[in-house]
């Protein structure tokens, strides 16, 4: 998407985003109001009243988070302070809240929460702070008062059921491409289309087709070395990201995830194992899924990590010699605290590396890169507001490396996002990879 | 629908092609495909460097192509393939390849009797739709949701009809898409179009529409229903009275409404791939009872059996009066016909198909990667490494069976008529 | 006087139990019911074992990595959640009260030790005050109703402190701990006080959600 020519803040510090500004001038206060008792009233119950009556204000959870931290613990962008400036104004004023909140309550709901749900760690009541900021954002979703770069993105899942506006024919001859590019490599190797009954779906976020399709030619690698039985649909229903679930609108969230199941489901094959990325986990996993009322997942996911895991302890894939290099590894939210992959990912790194070296804190513990839970999405006018928002990783990447950690694994696409932007910004001068890069640079191969 | 009454149904089993030795004449097989009669196998293979073309019974086409895909047979039993020469694509149905070419062809979709075979294809960034070889006049910016008439005659897609300028969300929300019927858009515009139908005569085609981002609603012809929901799912045209239904979401809740007006009295967690019987009296639906639990209502009364996981594939038996569809519970699947579960589990199942006159099921099953058939609920004896869709005889009294067999001497393919006493005593 | 300590320590003991029980009971059948109605996932996704296991690592001092992390805090939360919960059960004077109205009766603390240990709930009270003042982040959070909450908490113990000691006024301050007791009985269910009933369901559902679904630890 080209960027806007726009000035992007002015010396107040105030960030301009079109989305918000231009939704906001559409409200009027009896909209505001109307729309924001709707949302309570309809969508909201047990778990929001008694997550704001249990809350006893004790601070607890803040140094749960990143932003937090990364901003000498400014109490504003602790996580109730968050939910303080949004939710319970809102609760406070019964919906009577003025443009200048809602401008305020978007930017902290979209901008300075990726939803990572560390402080639930945090919070002795088990309070889902990312629920509550959640309902902010679904409230401005209803109320058209998104940022404009995310809700570009949720127009592209509405328009064409992928993130990246990728046409129909642009997604086949994506695949065509990397076969073909592949094929000068090992020239057996095939990226099966639409073959019914496979054992695999393998689904990837729409990014990759777009922008790096690398990605999915290693995976074929990956899968043709190992003998797995796998394929890729022709159809919508390819695209596993989920950017409608962090915009708010739920009823897109549905439908995207809809498409991917039912494409599963048409294809026959056992299980979707989809690419490195988090939040796209989370929305197949135990987000999107239940929108529908399908209480699990009714075709299984497995995670890159894991799939990865499970190819390396039954031999499928052998490294002909270990990367040197010395790696530490980003725990991504989504399928650590999303699925307890850690441990997982952690066999993983030891089985390809000569090398760990674990940062502090890791596992369910790690700080979220300040990219995913949607925030990388709203785009260049936020970009450093993210990138403030998480010296706190640039830091814990720093005692990495200081430790002597080389490069940095990252098996998540907005972990890599966050990161890279981090890595050039603190000047981390770091190397950044995916899994599967590394499994492709260092697995057997056929001559 | 097939022409059941050509068919050889003589009872037996007959060898069509020596698959198993596909692989020593070409470097390249891929997985084969067969027919709905059951007396043609073909695969893609690799001819020559760069070079792919069909086996079919051991032979493969006399044309060769840079790539092949897409494989598929039409109900008339002809062999259709994606194919592309030196960097254009077309269609090649038996061997003879389309006489226009185009930079890329997907999607390809037969009438019910085959005659008609439409896909979508685009050229120079332009897309339409192409049926057998005629190209629609006009040409859009994109196409999705290509869908086509019950007797195959015509073809309707999701087209922009405004230059979507990128990144401008809000030009995208005064609504850029429309339904194209045979290349011409309706004359009205939305924010969203998915999934579309056409009317059984196929003079009428419904569209399930948003018209802001949160007002969804059916358009008939281009016209709204005067509700708007909070989402909706396919619409459907009765067969017998030309009513369009569709799952609406109201309140949370889902229940199926008729041309914008109450239609079932009740709600469930989820309703969708709502289905008539052929003569249109009844109709069944996949819905979650309550949240979790997965069944099939019929008019709107769900069977008291329910899943966990999931219900797909319902089918309604030619006689409208039973329902069949796949189930799966902690991970296995199975058939439920009529509300009664079959008791074996399976790694997987296809959809079940009726016999002609209503009385038996078959499904074809897959258990530890080996294939099977089950009619109502007993296995066939044999078992195959893979297996095409069953077919019973137009008497109901036998059944089809197209399965891949391996021996010392390699991999067979069959075609198999065995009488259904067979399978269930 | 008379007459107001009978009404304060007879009738209104009376309206303070119900109002407390009855309220707690009306509290969390009427989350109960909301989250049948609205929100079906509690229901679906509660485990028994993971939101247990989950409430057992929060309610063991240091269990859990936060706990760790704010060791004094730690120490000063528990010790002041046990002994707000023990003192009034086992004060020599309130098992007296139960004995003579019900005749029934229990061990009980020597009046040293729940003299120490109601100053200790009252250190605490002041320890969280100073928290609420001084700490940026708690402060940012703090509205008057985090005050009157822990003067009303702070005030059953203060009062009874002063009476036991027979300070100046303890005639009245006695009547005043009666009522300070009762209106901070009654005001749980009404009050974030009720994160006391609340717990176990709140933390009961997130270590059910991070356990069970997705198979990891919350603490």
């Not at chain 2, 893609?44 to 047979?73: A, H, I, Q, R």
């Not at chain 3, 176990?200 to 270590?207: A, I, N, V």
């Amino acid at each position: 998407m080209a960027e806007p020519a726009m000035k992007q803040s002015d010396e107040t510090g105030e960030i301009f985003d079109k989305g918000i500004d231009k939704g906001l001038a559409r409200l009027t206060p009896e909209k505001i109001e109307q729309v924001i008792n709707k949302v309570l009233s309809a969508e909201t119950g047990a778990r929001l009243k008694t997550y704001v009556n249990t809350c006893v204000h004790c601070g607890l959870c803040s140094e749960a988070c990143h932003y937090y931290l990364s901003h000498d613990n400014d109490p504003k962008f602790s996580p109730a302070g968050k939910v303080k400036q949004t939710i319970w104004e809102i609760l406070k004023k019964k919906g009577k809240v003025d443009h200048k909140f809602l401008k305020k309550a978007a930017e902290i709901a979209y901008t300075e929460c990726n939803l990572c749900r560390r402080c639930a760690m945090y919070c002795p009541f088990g309070i889902d702070i990312a629920y509550l900021i959640s309902v902010m954002r679904r409230i401005c979703h209803m109320l058209g008062v998104t940022p404009l770069y995310m809700q570009d993105t949720a127009h592209s899942h509405s328009a064409t059921l992928n993130q990246m506006w990728v046409k129909e024919d642009e997604w086949i001859d994506s695949l065509f491409w990397q076969e073909e590019e592949a094929q000068d490599e090992m020239p057996d190797l095939r990226i099966p289309i639409e073959k019914e009954g496979a054992e695999i779906f393998y689904s990837v976020i729409a990014p990759e087709p777009k922008f790096r399709a690398q990605l999915i030619y290693q995976a074929a690698v990956i899968f043709n070395v190992a003998g797995v039985d796998f394929t890729m649909p022709a159809t919508p229903g390819w695209d596993n990201s989920d950017q409608c679930m962090f915009s708010g609108d739920y009823e897109m969230m549905g439908r995207l995830k809809k498409a991917h199941f039912e494409t599963a489901m048409r294809l026959k094959v056992k299980r979707i194992v989809m690419g490195e990325c988090g939040h796209a986990f989370r929305s197949v996993y135990d987000v999107g899924n239940r929108w529908l009322a399908w209480k699990m997942p009714p075709i299984p996911v497995t995670h890159a990590v894991e799939f990865y895991y499970e190819l390396l302890k039954q031999g499928k894939i052998k490294i002909t010699k270990k990367y040197d290099k010395p790696v530490t590894l980003q725990d991504p939210c989504n399928i650590s605290r999303g699925r307890g992959l850690h441990e997982k990912a952690r066999y993983v790194v030891n089985a390809l590396c000569e090398e760990f070296i674990d940062m502090q804190p890791n596992r369910e513990h790690n700080y979220c890169c300040c990219a995913g839970g949607g925030v990388i999405n709203t785009g260049p006018p936020y970009k450093m507001k993210r990138i403030d928002g998480n010296r706190v990783k640039a830091e814990q990447l720093f005692a990495a490396k200081a430790r002597g950690a080389k490069v940095v694994i990252a098996p998540c696409h907005n972990c890599h996002g966050g990161i890279e932007d981090i890595n050039h910004h603190y000047g981390l001068d770091m190397e950044l990879h995916f899994l599967g890069d590394i499994i492709y640079k260092i697995m057997e191969k056929p001559a | 629908m097939y022409n059941l009454s050509t068919w050889d149904w003589e009872t037996g089993k007959k060898l069509i092609a020596d698959t198993g030795k596909w692989k020593d004449s070409f470097d390249w097989v891929e997985e084969p495909y067969v027919s709905p009669d059951g007396e043609r196998i073909a695969a893609v293979v690799k001819t020559g460097e760069m070079e792919y073309s069909v086996c079919e019974n051991n032979t493969p086409w006399e044309s060769t192509f840079d790539k092949v895909w897409y494989l598929k047979f039409g109900p008339d039993n002809r062999l259709t393939a994606l194919v592309s020469d030196t960097g254009v694509w077309t269609v090649a149905v038996d061997g003879a390849a389309w006489g226009n070419t185009f930079d890329f062809v997907w999607n390809t979709k037969f009438g019910p009797d085959g005659k008609n075979i439409t896909v979508a294809v685009q050229k120079d960034m332009e897309y339409f739709a192409v049926t057998n070889d005629i190209p629609w006049e006009t040409r859009f910016s994109a196409l999705s949701n290509l869908t086509i008439s019950h007797d195959g005659s015509r073809v309707a897609g999701v087209v922009p009809t405004i230059a979507i300028k990128q990144g401008d969300i809000f030009q995208f929300q005064e609504g850029c898409y429309s339904v194209a019927v045979d290349g011409k858009p309706w004359d009205v515009n939305f924010v969203n179009v998915w999934d579309l139908a056409f009317s059984h005569d196929g003079e009428h085609v419904a569209a399930e529409v948003r018209t802001s981002l949160y007002d969804y609603t059916i358009a008939v012809d281009g016209v709204l229903w005067d509700k708007i929901y909070t989402s909706v799912w396919m619409p459907q045209f009765s067969p017998s009275n030309g009513s369009v239904t569709a799952p609406v979401r109201i309140a949370g809740k889902w229940t199926l409404v008729q041309d914008g007006k109450s239609f079932w009295d009740r709600s469930f967690a989820q309703l969708w791939h709502h289905m008539y019987s052929p003569d249109g009296k009844k109709i069944a639906a996949v819905v979650a009872s309550k949240y979790g639990r997965w069944t099939i209502a019929v008019n709107g009364i769900p069977w008291s059996l329910t899943f966990g996981d999931l219900v797909t594939d319902a089918v309604f038996s030619p006689d409208g009066n039973r329902v069949a569809c796949i189930g799966k519970e902690g991970g296995k699947w199975t058939i439920a016909v009529d509300g009664k579960v079959w008791g074996a589990k399976y790694d997987m199942v296809w959809q079940p198909v009726f016999s002609p006159d209503s009385e038996k099921v078959a499904a074809k099953v897959e258990r530890n990667g080996q294939y099977t058939i089950i009619v109502n609920g007993k296995p066939f004896k044999e078992s195959y490494k893979a297996l095409g869709e069953p077919v019973f005889s137009p008497d109901s009294a036998k059944i089809l069976i197209k399965g891949i067999q391996e021996d010392s001497a390699g991999e067979k393919y069959f075609r198999q008529v065995v009488p259904v006493t067979e399978i269930i005593g | 006087m008379h007459d107001v300590y009978n009404f304060v320590s007879g009738p209104l003991v009376w309206v303070s139990f119900i109002i407390f029980f009855g309220g707690c009971l009306y509290r969390l059948i009427s989350m109960a019911v909301l989250a049948k109605k609205k929100d079906v996932f509690v229901y679906e996704y509660m485990s028994f074992k993971y939101g247990l296991r989950s409430i057992f690592h929060w309610i063991i001092p240091f269990g859990t990595v936060k706990w760790r992390k704010n060791p004094i805090l730690t120490i000063v939360t528990f010790t002041f959640h046990i002994c707000l919960i023990l003192v009034p059960i086992f004060l020599c004077a309130h098992v007296i009260l139960w004995k003579e109205s019900w005749d029934i009766g229990w061990w009980y603390f020597s009046d040293t030790t729940a003299d120490i240990l109601t100053g200790i709930v009252i250190a605490c009270c002041v320890f969280f005050l100073i928290r609420r003042i001084v700490l940026p982040e708690v402060k940012y959070l703090t509205s008057v109703s985090d005050y009157v909450i822990l003067a009303m908490v702070a005030a059953p113990f203060i009062t009874g402190f002063w009476t036991y000691h027979q300070w100046p006024g303890c005639k009245i301050t006695g009547i005043v701990h009666i009522i300070a007791g009762e209106i901070m009985l009654a005001a749980i269910p009404f009050t974030r006080l009720i994160h006391m009933v609340y717990f176990p369901f709140t933390r009961g559902y997130m270590g059910s959600e991070f356990g069970a679904v997705r198979n990891a630890k919350d603490w």
